[in-house]
């Protein structure tokens, strides 16, 4: 059997478990947001409830790593960046979602090793673009 090329197709979804997978991710997330000394400062930037946030993330994930694209149907347009610039967001709170996602990668028994450094390499691209949009809303507002 040939070696799954992850970003092709929806390699990435079936290597993630599809919706259980991604549900199981998202879950173990937002646990290690809820719980991390690290992540107070970002979870602080999201409502008491996480309930929204994790089934926004779930389908949003589910798209990207190229399952169903229901992330517009569902909640409108997103451009990630963007939906997050309002937050004041550094390295620090880059940081503290990464170490909070990979935790939560750590935890996916069912995924494989070269996925799972796939998919960490893969996130922190979008994570780094949220710093980014964050700092350039600061320095546009002077």
């Keep these: 059997m040939p070696k799954p090329v992850y970003g092709d197709g929806n390699e990435s979804f079936q290597a993630a478990g599809e919706h259980e997978g991604i549900g ?12 991390r000394s690290e992540a107070v400062t970002i979870r602080n930037m999201h409502s008491h409830d996480l309930d929204e946030s994790a089934e926004k993330l779930k ?4 798209g990207w790593l ?3 694209s ?3 149907n569902r909640f409108g ?9 309002h937050l004041d967001i550094d390295e620090p709170e880059r940081d503290a979602w990464m170490l909070c996602m990979e935790h939560a990668v750590a935890e996916q028994d069912a995924w494989a090793d070269d996925f799972k450094e796939y998919f960490l390499g893969a996130i922190a691209r979008p994570a780094e673009k949220v710093r980014k949009a964050s700092v350039a809303r600061r320095e546009e507002e002077g």
């Design 77 to 85: 347009k997103i451009k990630i960046p963007r939906v997050h610039a």
């Design 70 to 72: 229901e992330y517009a």
């Design 59 to 62: 389908v949003f994930l589910a």
């Design 66 to 68: 190229g399952g169903p």
């Design 24 to 35: 199981k991710l998202v879950d173990a997330f937002y646990r290690h947001m809820d719980t």
